[in-house]
């Protein structure tokens, strides 16, 4: 079957809002592959995740055609363009910076090798634990050795998960073993050249959202 999936060079700037509605997209189309879906159209996927229709195709046109008219979308062959999309047609290394129960957590959720990021170590200062594993048998490196670590093996992701006092440091750290890419749990506000993108994830933020809901009777305006 012809898809009509006609991808082309992106030539202008993605909104982050755009990439984050792709992970959903490819979620959403993981779900209808495993459920023997061959086709669904932007309608029928809107409808069945609560999704817009007409934003799922404003958001694939930044990338080219990829539905059929009068059939919608080959879910098999949209998801694999996503995948590609989202550089996630190869296996990414990602190293937890931070050996405490939050970074082991993460090096240890096995959701992250499921969708191709492989945790290929940790690194730490505390003595107790450099030399030592995580449950699931992920090495724990001290710190000092991460460039070199980076330089021979290759790191595309670091996850930060530090106490907040150490954070810009180890970040500089980070950034120094030549990582472009870090997924920040630490608190506090961090600096970074425009060459490396930096993502923030915080936990107490997002409580402190639920717990505003929750004091003004379930309704934050949202």
Do not use: W
């Amino acid at each position: 079957m012809k898809t009509g999936n006609k991808r082309r060079p992106v030539t202008e700037q993605v909104p982050e809002l755009t990439t984050n509605r792709l992970s959903i997209y490819l979620r959403c189309l993981t779900r209808l592959e495993q459920a023997g879906v061959e086709t669904v159209s932007s309608k029928a996927l809107a409808e069945q995740f609560h999704l817009n229709a007409a934003q799922i195709r404003k958001d694939l046109a930044y990338f080219g055609e990829f539905g059929v008219r009068g059939v919608g979308y080959v879910v098999r062959d949209l998801r694999q363009q996503l995948r590609k999309i989202l550089g996630l047609d190869h296996r990414l290394k990602v190293v937890v910076l931070g050996a405490g129960k939050l970074g082991q957590a993460l090096a240890d959720y096995p959701g992250f090798g499921r969708e191709g990021f492989e945790i290929v170590a940790m690194f730490d200062t505390d003595p107790a634990k450099v030399g030592q594993h995580s449950r699931s048998g992920i090495p724990i490196l001290h710190s000092r050795t991460l460039r070199a670590f980076a330089t021979r093996t290759g790191i595309d992701i670091a996850v930060l998960a530090v106490p907040g006092e150490v954070a810009q440091e180890v970040l500089d750290l980070i950034v120094t073993a030549g990582v472009r890419a870090v997924l920040n749990f630490s608190p506090g506000s961090l600096r970074v050249s425009d060459a490396v993108k930096l993502k923030h994830v915080d936990l107490t933020v997002s409580l402190e959202g639920l717990s505003f809901f929750l004091a003004h009777g379930g309704e934050d305006g949202a």
